[in-house]
């Protein structure tokens, strides 16, 4: 073995290498090299982002198993060939998290990567399949080696949350760039996720849930292992993904889905600010962009699980269940059409109106049970839900001004703490003005709180 910078052509029999080594159970990896992404881009050598594309299985001639060290540097555990359907079996000599699996070509030169969390397989499985390596995984790979590049240590990078945070759509805006934007673009997205991991924490916290980075990776990686399983075997993408988020929230008892959702849209705004303060202009515009709207699908995830909890647990009707999930649904539907952060903001936008603000054709209003007679109470309740909304909106403007400027801990910080204001004064008004419902004033208070918390800075 030995270590490496990123990109560093590898030449030599690292197999033979690795075969002297010590004995003992062998730990097996299983995946496979696409085209999934795009096309494969050109002149590799030069530095540039490998991610992946066109053109990358038939280029594919090894693939090597690494763990990242200090510096971003790799350090090579194996290496296999790659078969001609793309198909590859590597062997370790122990178990390891957060590695990365490059694809090589005849020259030694990285032509795609993907992120493994984890060789440990699925529950009932003998073998860990990999995810299956495409410009989006190519992304993932190469936005973790360079968070640990700018600081991060390797072990404390919750690379399941990356990888939910990174999609096709940033992958083909990076690879579409020259190699001086796409490496900054890549420095970007790791600086958000640095900042959404550290906010999501924090905000568990102020919600007095007690867990670590580290808890909630090792909670995710059975998930983690069934969804690369899933989407090497070329099933439903989506489906395999909402499998995947069902049970990384189900492993995670500490927190509530409220306190979940409360979490994720701090971590949100937070991984958008930093990347809106180094893109937003100029060639990494379209990253930006298609950034947020990953960000968007995301916190829609964790909103619908907040309201269904919320609405479940209050013994709401059938019916105004039905209303919710229609609106979600429309959510997700209006999302996965989104071709522009602007239309992200209005499908949010929409589903505000539809939860919260509509009056009794809203989800809280038909909860509530709002009539003629107790309208007044609503609107008051929603005006002042909305003023408190406008009050965190100008103290995240306040923010992201200095979000290109302040460390990750720092926006974590502030982030957190206008939150906390919002929810404060939001709570408190909502529930003195909505008094006249009786026991359903705390969960409609709850309602109007996520709908106008929701994805702020649009």
């Known amino acids: 073995m030995r270590t490496r ?32 992404g795009g096309q494969q881009s050109q002149g590799l050598t030069d530095g540039a982002p490998a991610l992946g594309g066109d053109g990358t299985a038939s280029a594919t001639t090894t693939v090597r198993i690494s763990r990242v060290v200090a510096a971003g540097d790799l350090t090579t555990l194996a290496e296999a060939d790659v078969a001609a359907d793309g198909s590859y079996t590597l062997e370790l000599d122990d178990a ?15 032509v795609g990567s993907a992120l493994l969390d984890s060789t440990a397989p699925q529950s009932g499985q003998d073998v860990r399949t990999a995810p299956p390596i495409t410009s989006e995984s190519s992304l993932e790979a190469e936005v973790y080696v360079q968070m640990v590049r700018d600081g991060e240590t390797p072990d404390n990078v919750d690379t399941v949350d990356l990888r ?3 999609n096709v759509e940033q992958a083909a805006a990076v690879r579409g760039q020259l190699k001086e934007t796409a490496t900054e673009s890549v420095k970007a997205l790791g600086a958000a996720v640095r900042a959404a991991q550290a906010t999501r924490i924090k905000a568990y916290a102020r919600a007095g849930v007690v867990i670590t980075q580290d808890q909630l990776f090792s909670a995710s990686l059975d998930a983690a292992a069934k969804l690369d399983a899933a989407l090497d075997a070329g099933g439903q993408a989506a489906q395999a993904y909402d499998a995947f988020f069902a049970e990384v929230r189900a492993a995670t008892p500490q927190a509530s889905d409220v306190q979940d959702q409360q979490a994720e849209r701090e971590a949100s ?10 893109l937003s202009t100029g060639a990494g515009a379209a990253v ?5 709207r990953s960000a968007a699908a995301l916190e829609a995830r964790a909103t619908e699980a907040a309201v269904k909890a919320l609405l479940q647990a209050a013994s709401a009707t059938d019916t105004v269940l039905a209303q919710a999930n ?37 989800v809280m209003g038909a909860y509530l049970g709002v009539t003629s007679s107790n309208q007044l109470a609503f609107d008051s309740a929603v005006n002042s839900g909305a003023q408190a909304s406008a009050a965190l909106d100008a103290s995240l403007g306040t923010v992201l001004e200095q979000a290109g400027r302040i460390s990750a801990a720092a926006l974590s910080d502030a982030v957190v703490s206008a939150f906390t204001t919002y929810d404060a004064a939001a709570r408190g008004s909502a529930a003195a003005t ?25």
């Open 164 to 166: 939910a945070r990174l």
């Open 5 to 36: 910078r990123a990109g560093e052509v590898v030449l030599g029999a690292v197999v033979g290498l690795w075969l002297a080594a010590c004995g003992g159970d062998k730990v097996q990896v299983r995946g496979h090299v696409t085209n999934g």
């Open 96 to 110: 390891g998290q957060r590695l990365i699996i490059e694809a090589v070509n005849k020259s030694g030169v990285t």
């Open 434 to 458: 909505l008094t006249s419902f009786g026991a359903r004033t705390n969960t409609g208070v709850e309602l109007l709180i996520i709908s106008q918390g929701s994805f702020r800075l649009r």
């Open 269 to 278: 705004v937070a991984y958008r600010m930093t990347v809106d303060a180094r």
């Open 326 to 362: 229609t609106a979600a649904t429309a959510l997700r539907t209006n999302l996965a059409g989104a071709t522009s952060a602007g239309a992200a903001a209005t499908a949010w936008t929409s589903f505000d109106a539809q939860l919260a603000t509509s009056g009794s054709a809203s």
């Open 288 to 292: 930006a962009d298609a950034s947020a």
